[in-house]
């Protein structure tokens, strides 16, 4: 099946155009790309055919290469007497996209140079002319102050793709050159060191208006326009967008799998069979075609007679403990689901987990790109990084019929790897092979790099490269390049690096990155080993010349104690900004964050949130303020600028801003429990604003007046609003008691007070601090307020009626209960409670109590008067519910229908001489004594 955007191209051209221009689309798909470079139209568009309309046009009247080609392609598209010729020069810009790719992603080697084919004759024959067309081309990619790769081979392909799918001609006539258009501004994006938020937002404009067209396309391009926006989404940090495509994707395509438990044996030496985690997956595709054919649409018989597909090398483990993969002791049929799961679909029961069929390779995008939006590695927030490993064995394991897609899952299974210590140096050996492969396939004639003496300066390689016959062809490679975005291979070589320093190989990683002059990488590589003056100087050297000499003091002669504190260096370097952050970061040094933010034009939002944060570090709320609004007018969608801005806000109590932050924080990212925590803090500090003033008329029916009256603010709108942000803050971090006792303390505010969420708060209080503070975490006012509403509310107590009385009994029962040890207040609570309930033996029972938990505090005998009335106090209620609740009979145990207390006068009598007898010495013929005499003297009577 051809790619989606071929698909959308057929299906939307007239047939008059598409016989005509079947041939460039036919070499589209074949991957002649070498045939439309090289065609008639072509050569008129780059010059190397002279045209009456363009030969006016010349190099030298433009800023870039680019811009003479745009306006080339616009004088050739003028005459519409031709109306296929647009077609033709879309598939010479697509065919330059593919090419690019090719030569940088995924090989095989370009069997042509680019520089010869694309650029005007006399710079192709010039190397300096040559490096210094790229160089400008490079410049004119680079945005918001953020470089793209300065040794990216073949960028005139990207140009002219650029220049083709921005033309208005094009973009106007073929409704698929949007598609185009989005798939180069995302190559270009990822060309860049960081992402940029002006080609984000043109990369999404133009996904939201393809996304109504795809449905009109058919089924298939749909999906696949599903996992190509799935993958931009995870590139730009949006999973949650991310995975939401990816399920519909799966539902479409009816895709079942599923992460479930099997017992088996990991290790060689164990003995018992444990669960072990696995992916089950079955393309639908299998149950469609029936028995005769394989997911990849050929005939079983043929499949199994023929020599299995080519395939990139997969290392083995090779490990004295861990098994090559998991023996399985039972299939799915046979295990036990628990209740609370749900039980697998009916097309996985039956697969053996040890030889699952192959899948379709769109199938196998899609574990693939659910296991790389997975970022979390926390368990309470999500997926772990061994619970994404199944993913990608899942696709190893069931074998791809797809090049890239097998290459693609050997990448994520050895980042997965790349963090346990049994797989780490089979994940860093694996990754190691993939850059050797991706370096032997995109190999040209043309050197990466230039070391002066002529000679290419191309990394070696220690793995043989592979011959014709065990590698693929460019179209199988290309054929879902943009649902995979594949790193390229400098990225891919970056990411060897990275991993070598996690493991301590810092020579190996410095390498890396000073054979690809990833000259920022390598400094921050020294600085992480504490050598910040090797890291200052590798990033000096860049931006200025030696101290001594200046410009006439030849590179190549200067000593190793050199510091680099000569003229700065005109023109600066594309990534000049992020070098003079990185200096910045080094030495805290503000003037360098400045000189980032001024060399990019004031579009470095980077330089400004390092300010931000230094400023917040030194408590200069007012300049971190106004360092993260300026990082925010670039880039409005930075999630950690716009929580930082509200915290500054807070702390300089502009609270309205304040909310305006953390809601634009929230609404980037939901999930974010700190931000809705804020935020409810925020709404309770600021003012309810005045409503709009609303009409009405005239009381007198024949008064054609309109009276303007002014509605008064709501002082609870602003109460109800936190409470809801912080309720969502709680649902987002369930095990934070801090943010549960602002929910607790807001609800209760509120008037009339939010009942229901003051018990669950509390509720939740109780289990997670209860263990330890046991009744300190409990909140007397409020229990005493939902007490009073209860009792208040309900006359008698129905156990068998839902709702918030009877959930009040029972949290009351069950989790307060339990921890009173001290408190009389907290039994008088319960006393009041049973007495409601119609219990008067557990009502006396826990007055007892509280009468005991003041009598046992210390140092009411003989010390502290206060204690001694509190005493007092105790015993006379104590006194007055013997008298109260001793004649009654019991309504509940063995001795119902008896009276609480026969012998209530002598209990109380017993406990006013017990009290009197200790206090006799100290406080005999104090008010608290006479009020004892009185009580006994009453209880005898």
Request: hydrophobic share 40%; proline share 5%; net charge negative.
């Amino acid at each position: 099946m051809a790619d989606a955007l071929l698909v959308w191209l057929r299906q939307s051209l007239p047939s008059e155009i598409a016989d005509l221009t079947e041939p460039y689309i036919s070499k589209l798909e074949h991957g002649d790309y070498q045939s439309l470079l090289e065609s008639e139209e072509a050569k008129t568009l780059f010059g190397h055919i002279n045209d009456s309309t363009t030969e006016h046009l010349k190099l030298d009247e433009f800023p870039t290469w680019s811009d003479l080609l745009f306006h080339r392609l616009g004088s050739l598209l003028a005459d519409r007497s031709r109306p296929e010729k647009g077609v033709v020069f879309f598939c010479i810009g697509y065919a330059a996209l593919l090419a690019f790719l090719q030569s940088n992603v995924t090989g095989p080697p370009l069997q042509f140079s680019s520089a010869h084919h694309l650029l005007p004759k006399d710079v192709a024959e010039s190397p300096v002319r040559t490096e210094a067309l790229r160089t400008a081309l490079l410049a004119s990619l680079s945005l918001d102050g953020i470089a793209a790769y300065k040794l990216t081979p073949n960028i005139e392909l990207l140009c002219l793709a650029d220049v083709v799918m921005t033309s208005p001609a094009i973009m106007k006539g073929i409704g698929a050159a949007r598609l185009a258009k989005v798939r180069v501004a995302f190559m270009q994006q990822r060309l860049l060191s960081e992402v940029s938020s002006t080609l984000q937002d043109v990369i999404y404009d133009d996904l939201g208006l393809l996304e109504a067209r795809f449905d009109q396309v058919g089924e298939a391009a749909g999906v696949e326009f599903l996992l190509e926006r799935a993958t931009i989404h995870i590139h730009h940090g949006l999973d949650k967008l991310a995975r939401a495509d990816l399920e519909r994707a799966k539902q479409e395509r009816r895709f079942e799998y599923a992460l479930t438990g099997l017992l088996g044996k990991r290790t060689k030496f164990q003995e018992k069979d444990i669960s072990q985690l696995v992916v089950l997956a079955r393309s639908a595709v299998d149950d469609d075609v029936g028995d005769g054919e394989s997911a990849n649409g050929t005939s079983s018989t043929a499949q199994a007679s023929t020599e299995p597909a080519p395939r990139p090398a997969k290392l083995d483990l090779n490990d004295d403990t861990l098994l090559e993969s998991i023996s399985f002791s039972e299939k799915p049929a046979d295990s036990v689901v628990p209740e609370n799961e749900v039980p697998l679909p009916p097309g996985l029961k039956s697969l053996d987990p040890s030889n699952q069929p192959q899948l379709d390779p769109l199938d196998s995008v899609l574990l693939l790109s659910f296991a790389s939006s997975i970022t979390n590695t926390s368990p309470q927030h999500g997926l772990t990084r061994e619970e994404t490993l199944p993913y990608a064995i899942r696709v190893l394991d069931g074998g791809s019929s797809n090049w890239q897609v097998y290459t693609q899952a050997l990448l994520v299974r050895s980042r997965i790897e790349g963090y346990r210590s049994r797989t780490v140096e089979r994940g860093l050996l694996q990754l190691q092979a993939l850059v050797d492969q991706v370096i032997a396939d995109t190999a040209t004639a043309e050197p990466l790099t230039n070391d002066g003496d002529g000679e290419s300066s191309v990394a070696t390689s220690f793995l043989p490269r592979p011959k014709e016959s065990e590698s693929a062809s460019v179209t199988e490679r290309l054929r879902y390049i943009f649902q995979l975005a594949s790193p390229t291979r400098w990225d891919l070589e970056a990411e060897l690096a990275a991993r070598w320093v996690q493991l301590g190989g810092l020579r190996s990683a410095l390498e890396i990155y000073e054979r690809l002059e990833m000259w920022a990488e390598a400094a921050l590589c020294w600085a992480a080993t504490e050598r910040e003056d090797k890291a200052k100087n590798m990033v000096r050297r860049q931006l200025f010349h030696a101290t001594k000499g200046g410009l006439d003091v030849p590179e190549i002669d200067v000593g190793e104690d050199e510091t680099w504190e000569g003229p700065e260096r005109s023109p600066p370097p594309l990534d000049a900004p992020r070098l003079y952050s990185i200096l910045g970061d080094i030495d805290q040094d503000v003037p360098m964050y400045e000189k980032a933010w001024e060399v990019s034009n004031q579009r470095y939002a980077r330089a400004q949130r390092s300010l931000g944060r230094m400023y917040f570090s030194a408590k200069d709320f007012v300049k971190a303020a106004e360092s993260y609004s300026k990082s925010l007018k670039v880039n409005q969608l930075n999630h950690a600028s716009w929580f930082a801005l509200g915290c500054v806000l807070l702390e300089l109590a502009q609270f309205e801003k304040a909310v305006e932050a953390f809601s634009r924080c929230v609404q980037l990212e939901d999930t974010d429990a700190e931000a809705w925590s804020n935020l409810g803090a925020a709404l309770l500090r600021t003012e309810p604003k005045q409503s709009d003033t609303t009409a009405s008329a005239s009381a007198d029916a024949d008064s054609d007046d309109i009276i303007a009256v002014e509605s008064k603010p709501d002082p609870q709108r602003n109460r109800y609003d936190a409470l809801q942000a912080l309720k969502r803050a709680a649902s987002l971090k369930h095990d934070s008691y801090r943010i549960w006792e602002n929910v607790l303390t807001i609800a209760a505010s509120l008037s009339p007070p939010d009942y229901t969420s003051m018990l669950s708060a509390q509720r939740r209080i109780i289990d997670l601090r209860g263990s330890t503070d046991g009744e300190k975490c409990v909140d007397k006012q409020i229990l005493d307020m939902l007490a009073r509403h209860v009792i208040a509310t309900t006359d008698q107590f129905d156990p068998s009626k839902p709702g918030l009385v009877r959930m009040f009994v029972k949290f009351m029962d069950e989790s307060v209960v339990p921890l009173i040890t001290g408190s009389a207040d907290l039994w008088q609570l319960v006393g009041r409670l049973a007495i409601w309930r119609n219990k008067p033996s557990s009502a006396l029972e826990a007055e007892e109590k509280a009468w005991r938990a003041v009598t046992s505090q210390p140092g009411w005998e003989t010390e502290n008067e206060q204690r001694w009335n509190s005493v007092v106090e105790a015993t006379v209620r104590l006194c007055d519910s013997y008298e109260s609740l001793g004649p009654k009979q019991r309504t509940e145990g063995m001795g119902a229908g008896e009276p609480v207390a026969k012998d209530w006068n002598f209990k109380a009598r017993s406990a006013v001489r017990g009290i009197m007898g200790k206090a006799k010495s100290t406080w005999e013929d104090t008010e608290g004594w006479e009020r004892l005499q009185e009580t006994m003297q009453g209880l005898k009577a």
